[in-house]
């Protein structure tokens, strides 16, 4: 941005002009605006009202009397002298009465709301009916004169929406916020900004994409040829406007811009919802163009076929493999009908990738294009579904589901999430309660419970039966019904498979799978020696003893807004044994385990020991932080309500021990590299199996720092249980079953009970066992991720520290020659932003909606909405730093 800063000696006053309107007939009222102390408002926005007493002589007003009566004439406003000349005072001291400012230290952008009452335009794209919204002009002029004027009010006569900047900054902001359709810059004077640099910085951010960009140049000489548009163009401009102060020839300027490109421009953004329906159709669909090169294919079609989009895209329909069971004449048939401009209907027999020969409906329209000629082939398949080739068809679909979980598990993650759980309908943002009772949810939460003839196996035979005398489009349901049944991964979200989110893909791919590639020669062992003994390390302190400037950190413990990188600070990087003592003292931990205070405390040492320090992220003070929201969470009234004390205790200390002796490296990256913990855990869950039998291991070995040495075995047995199933928890393959159960077993009954509702879920009493091991789930899971929850300062330095390890992991990937398992996390290339808002969008959100609607955690939730919008702004901006530049 340093580049489009405007040069001192020639900054105004920062003030820029703003006219507003009531929606009534009154007379518009005007006031002064000028700069002044501002207080904020939110976001991006302040505003003041110091200018109120400043007098007219020291505000720099909008356009003059004299401009003002042009203006009024141009416009056709007519009325007295009189009145003209009584209002023109006041209209000399600014432009209207709303002052909306975007947060520039240069300068203010002010907002005009037409004194022309603007209805929605209806625009047409084929059959689709559309509302567009009033236009959106930015004018950006450094200063005011009159052709800034004659945009503005051109404005006003059309009935746009017009803000005006004076700075780059301001500008750049305001468009970030309001996302105009058409942006004026003045090119004419380059000692003010340099204008092309100002369109480029526009154009770098995505919401520019459909936006117009006007440049206004000064009138050629006579004695000058011309100059050329290109440099303009390569710029980013869409068109030139030859200087011109005529409001008339402003407005006619901008309404052909509306009725030409912007217009075009939402056309081709409504194209967006027209996609998404055909992503989201059961019916396999495949473009192509004239001469049968493919163009588009939806989910479905890959499902259908085995292929993924990448690769089709591009191929000539004659490169695929065809069936030898259609009539050797078939093609020639179809292709003459086709190319006559007809539509063709018929029977046709496809090969998948397989190799198998599948029988489809297909429907092939022709579609008109450039020139009126058919540019276009649209072909709508549907598989054949019949008594005697049930058996082919459900072989079809056991084979889709395998080559979804191993050929295409890269390519099948994008931003639309979670098909196949509704998590949002009980989130406390945006939903009401009573709306539960209108949604269907799935009911398999007890699935995994099967035994040798599950329930499960009941439903499918069940539908096998119903199917054999069943209609063919009931019978195509029911298959679809079957597919899904069959997966092994029935909480996990059906996604399409779209590859245009790298970072979503590679953060699934590399936190949901475990990785089960191998390479010959290449081994990962831990060069730390993981069962120290607490005999090594110094005397622990009491808690009584604990130093005053820790102590004082200590006291706000209890408060969301904990900043626990001042305690790593200050306790040299040991601040799990101190919050540990005070936690757990909070809550009776000694007294329910009986056990001393010193038992405590070396065994915290111990535990904190085994943290690797080096780690960027998975070292203590990521336990401790987990152990802070953990207790967070239990002393919510609705969670210390549904849980006992053996259940807090567990809770507390598989917070603490959750990652002990974590390596830095993920799953995905041990399986690969063929660890003696891989080997040891069979490829399955195996950091979590580590880190909890390590725990144990360590508890046990020495009575010193045993603190289960002094409870009965029922006791003992109960607590590990508990801890050892919420630490397995927090491995991230089974996310979407912990958090589709907990919304179902947990919030829809509670739902219904308070609503009074029928709904057909039987509310089960949330202490019963199942329910007690579910929350207690979702509790630490939640813990575990809750950075984007945390206050801004604390979310950045997580997101730092957590991309700084996986940045470490692809480097050594890169040097040992192993599968990298998230590519976008390369220290060179990666959007730390990007990768953020993935993790948000497919992680995080849904679960603490749901979590948010037990709990009630209404300080969490608006941390997680405004840290969300920071990274959506850097996004934007495409900025791969932490912070926006305004913040360095």
């Not at 059959?127 to 004169?145: G, S, Y």
């Not at 004659?318 to 004449?329: F, I």
């Not at 509704?422 to 419970?449: C, E, T, W």
């Not at 329910?592 to 904190?608: D, G, K, M, P, Y």
Request: overall charge negative; aromatic content about 6%; glycine content about 4%.
């Amino acid at each position: 941005m340093d580049q489009l800063r405007c040069r001192p000696s020639a900054r105004q006053s920062g003030v820029i002009y703003c006219r507003d309107s009531d929606e009534s007939n009154s007379p518009r009222q005007t006031t002064s605006v000028s700069q002044g102390p501002a207080a904020p408002l939110h976001g991006l926005f302040v505003q003041t009202d110091a200018a109120d007493a400043i007098p007219p002589s020291r505000a720099s007003g909008p356009p003059g009397n004299a401009r003002v009566r042009r203006a009024r004439a141009e416009l056709g406003s007519g009325g007295s002298s009189s009145s003209a000349g009584s209002a023109a005072p006041a209209a000399t001291t600014c432009r209207g009465r709303s002052r909306h400012c975007c947060s520039s230290a240069e300068a203010e952008t002010q907002t005009s709301y037409t004194s022309v009452k603007a209805s929605s335009a209806e625009v047409r794209i084929g059959p689709m009916r559309l509302t567009q919204d009033p236009i959106q002009v930015l004018l950006i002029f450094a200063k005011e004169d009159s052709q800034s004027d004659g945009f503005w009010w051109a404005c006003d006569r059309a009935g746009y929406r017009c803000n005006i900047s004076r700075t780059p900054e301001s500008a750049l902001e305001c468009f970030l916020d309001k996302h105009h359709e058409i942006i004026v810059i003045d090119h004419r004077q380059t000692r003010n900004f340099d204008a092309e640099a100002v369109c480029r910085s526009i154009r770098a951010t995505n919401p520019s994409e459909h936006t117009v960009i006007l440049a206004v140049v000064s009138q050629a000489s006579g004695d000058h040829e011309e100059a050329s548009v290109l440099p303009l163009l390569h710029a980013g401009f869409n068109r030139r406007y030859m200087e011109n102060s005529s409001i008339i020839a402003c407005y006619n300027e901008l309404i052909q811009i509306e009725h030409g490109e912007v217009r075009s421009q939402f056309k081709l953004r409504a194209c967006n919802s027209v996609f998404t329906a055909l992503d989201h159709c059961h019916e396999a669909i495949e473009i192509t163009s004239d001469d049968h090169v493919i163009q588009y294919v939806n989910p479905a079609f890959e499902r259908m076929m085995g292929y993924h989009k990448g690769e089709l895209l591009g191929k000539e329909l004659a490169e695929l493999p065809k069936s030898d069971k259609n009539r050797a004449d078939l093609l020639d048939t179809i292709n003459t009908c086709i190319k006559k401009g007809k539509e063709w209907q018929g029977v046709y027999y496809a090969r998948r990738k397989s190799g198998d020969s599948i029988q489809q409906h297909v429907k092939i329209t022709p579609v008109i294009g450039q020139g009126g000629k058919i540019r276009h082939f649209v072909s709508l398949k549907k598989l054949c579904c019949t008594t005697d080739n049930n058996k082919q068809i459900h072989k079809i679909h056991r084979d889709s589901g395998d080559n979804s979980q191993t050929e295409s598990h890269s390519f099948r993650h994008k931003n639309r999430r979670k098909e196949s759980i509704d998590v949002k309908s009980i989130s406390s943002r945006g939903s009401d309660a009573p709306s539960l009772q209108n949604r269907r949810y799935p009911s398999m939460a007890r699935i995994h419970s099967m035994t040798i003839e599950a329930p499960i196996t009941k439903v499918i035979n069940i539908i096998n039966a119903a199917q054999e005398n069943s209609p063919v489009t009931v019978a195509e349901a029911l298959d679809r019904v079957l597919e899904i049944l069959r997966t092994t991964e029935l909480y996990s979200p059906q996604l399409g498979t779209k590859d245009e989110d790298p970072h979503t893909s590679d953060l699934v791919g590399g936190l949901m799978t475990d990785g089960l590639r191998r390479l010959s020669g290449n081994e990962y062992v831990f060069t730390k020696n993981v069962h120290q003994s607490h005999s090594h390390l110094a005397m622990p302190i009491t808690i009584n003893d604990v130093p005053p400037c820790i102590a004082q950190l200590l006291d706000n413990e209890e408060s969301w807004d904990f900043n626990i990188f001042e305690l790593e600070a200050v306790t040299h990087k040991r601040p799990l044994v101190y919050l540990g003592l005070k936690v757990f003292s909070r809550f009776g931990v000694c007294e329910f385990l009986n056990c001393s205070e010193t038992t405590l405390r070396a065994w915290l040492q111990v535990i904190e020991a085994n943290y690797h320090s080096s780690n960027a992220y998975h070292n203590s003070t990521h336990a401790a932080d987990v152990l802070h929201a953990t207790a967070f969470f239990l002393g919510k009234e609705r969670v210390k309500g549904s849980l006992d004390q053996l259940d807090e205790v567990a809770a507390l200390i598989a917070a603490t021990v959750h990652d002990v002796d974590h390596p830095g490296r993920t799953n995905s990256f041990l399986c690969n590299a063929g660890s003696e913990l891989a080997v040891l855990y069979n490829d399955t869950a195996v950091l979590e199996s580590h880190h909890t039998a390590l725990a144990f291991q360590l508890t046990v070995k020495d009575s010193k720092c045993n603190i289960f040495k002094n409870i009965d075995r029922n006791h003992y047995r109960t607590l590990r249980q508990a801890i050892i199933d919420m630490v397995l928890a927090t491995e991230m393959t089974k996310h979407f079953e912990h958090v589709n159960k907990f919304v179902n077993s947990i919030n829809k009954p509670i739902a219904a009970e308070i609503e009074g509702s029928d709904c057909e879920c039987n509310p089960v009493g949330k202490n019963f066992p199942e329910n007690q091991m579910l929350i207690k789930r979702m509790m630490i899971k939640c813990a575990d991720v809750a950075n984007p929850c945390r206050p801004l300062d604390l979310c950045i330095e997580w997101a730092g520290r957590i991309s700084e390890e996986y940045f470490a992991q692809t480097d050594e990937e890169k040097r040992q020659g192993l599968p990298v398992v998230m590519p976008v996390f390369d220290r060179n290339t990666c959007s730390i932003p990007k990768s953020q808002i993935s993790f948000i969008d497919y992680f995080i959100t849904d679960m603490f909606d749901a979590w948010d609607a037990f709990a009630h955690l209404p300080a969490l939730m608006q941390h997680l909405a405004d840290n969300y919008k920071h990274w959506k702004t850097l996004d934007d901006l495409k900025c791969k730093s932490l912070r926006l530049p305004s913040d360095n």
